[in-house]
């Protein structure tokens, strides 16, 4: 039942006069309209006995229920103030006797009585408050909505990359000549995979949550990871005629790293750059080792990226160009690399091609620490003092198919 607000209060005996000498009572059976959305309004209406239901269409089928009211609660003001047809229908829930005050009535009431002029208008902003309250818990919870299924399509989407990924390992073994190693690597494949998808929904229900989840930093090595994730990558890339560059090797460094959420970091970056290349090209990694951090560039030789879409490229839901993208795929990407208190930027060739540039401290502690102000992008590396780490063999090529 909605509050004293929508009642004349009983202290003011002489408004509650003034409205009792000027209305007329109606009597309205359970279930009977007192008015509907859409007719001239032409009254207000003081509930005498019983209880009345204020509701309004909200599509072609459904009608929903906006307030109910009880004895001493007043409604249909609005329009009597606005003069313009009602908005909503009122429906006596039981048995219901109401007091009903003419609009001329009221109108003159109003200039007799401001204290009655005053009181009505404090009810009706207390309802326009709790109107625009409930609005925005209503947008609030259809955004969640709405957000929940673009995940879901992210995640179906992201998904292709590890399930293509597994169905190549499940080839690998079925094969009769696959030997002991191949199985071995075809098992760590599914399994990291599986671990992969596992995190992917572990993104969403970060994201739909709105709490972020601790990453999970471990130390690793940092070669064997970019090893392990090209050799990954690349059957997927090979098969729209994509290659995966290692232009340096990877440095042999141990770093901090969430083994579970940075594969996505770079699955997302190259799909990104097939997305652009259909007709096939190259991805070329280059890794720069500073003091403090390992940069990872990430460089395509598609058409590169125009300023007004680079001005975006991060933004939740940015997508451009695509049909079925989501626009999630950098956001989520800068989110990850952020929780490892790396950072991301984007730039673009003159004669085409995109670079991704991202960074991921090598120490725990840099890790864990918040990234210091002042330094450019969070880096402390001037392209000067960067050393580039030396070319080594690769375990990936075995699986370049
Ligand atoms: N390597 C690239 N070259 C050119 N444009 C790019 C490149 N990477 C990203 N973009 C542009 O940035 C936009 C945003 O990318 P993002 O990964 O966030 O979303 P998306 O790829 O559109 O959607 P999804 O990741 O869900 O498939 C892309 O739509 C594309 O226009
Ligand atoms: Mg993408």
Not at 194 to 210: Q, Y
Not at 271 to 286: E, K, Q, S, T, Y
Request: positive net charge.
């Amino acid at each position: 039942m909605t509050p004293s607000t929508r009642r004349i209060p009983v202290s003011s005996s002489h408004v509650l006069d003034l409205l009792k000498r000027n209305a007329r009572k109606l009597s309205f059976r359970k279930g009977r309209v007192i008015f509907r959305e859409g007719e001239s309004s032409d009254a207000l209406y003081v509930i005498e006995q019983g209880i009345v239901e204020i509701s309004a269409l909200i599509g072609p089928r459904e009608r929903r229920v906006f307030a109910t009211f009880g004895v001493g609660d007043y409604f249909g003001e609005i329009a009597v103030i606005d003069s313009k047809p009602r908005s909503a229908t009122a429906i006596a829930k039981v048995d219901t006797v109401v007091s009903c005050i003419s609009r001329d009535k009221v109108w003159r009431m109003f200039a007799r009585s401001p204290r009655l002029l005053v009181t009505m208008m404090h009810g009706f902003s207390q309802r326009l408050r709790e109107f625009d309250h409930r609005y925005l818990q209503e947008l609030l919870q259809h955004e969640r909505l709405a957000l929940v299924g673009r995940f879901a399509q992210s995640i179906i989407h992201d998904f292709n990359s590890p399930l293509s990924n597994i169905g190549f390992a499940a080839d690998l073994v079925s094969e009769g000549d696959a030997t002991h190693k191949e199985k071995t690597m075809a098992n760590a494949i599914i399994r990291r995979q599986v671990d992969r998808m596992a995190g992917m929904i572990g993104e969403v229900l970060e994201f739909t949550r709105s709490s972020r989840r601790r990453v999970v930093l471990t130390m690793t090595s940092f070669d064997q990871f970019i090893e392990e994730m090209v050799a990954e990558l690349r059957p997927g890339a090979a098969r729209k005629s994509v290659a995966i560059e290692l232009k340096t090797s990877p440095p042999r460094i141990t770093i901090p790293l969430d083994r579970h959420r940075l594969p996505h970091v770079f699955s997302n970056l190259v799909r990104n750059a097939i997305d652009v290349m259909p007709r096939g090209g190259r991805i070329m990694l280059n890794f720069i080792l500073g003091e403090r951090e390992v940069i990872i560039r990430v460089e395509d030789t598609g058409p590169g990226v125009s300023p007004d879409v680079l001005a975006h490229l991060f933004d939740p839901f940015f997508t451009h160009g695509k049909s079925h993208g989501t626009g999630l795929g950098l956001s989520i990407c800068k989110r990850i690399v952020e929780d490892h208190k790396g950072w991301i930027s984007a730039s673009s060739k003159r004669g085409g091609g995109a670079i991704l540039t991202f960074s991921l401290p090598r120490s725990a502690e840099l890790a864990a620490s918040k990234r210091r102000k002042g330094s450019k992008n969070g880096s402390d590396l001037p392209e000067k003092r960067v050393k580039e780490s030396s070319r080594r063999g690769r375990l990936g090529s075995r699986l370049n198919i």
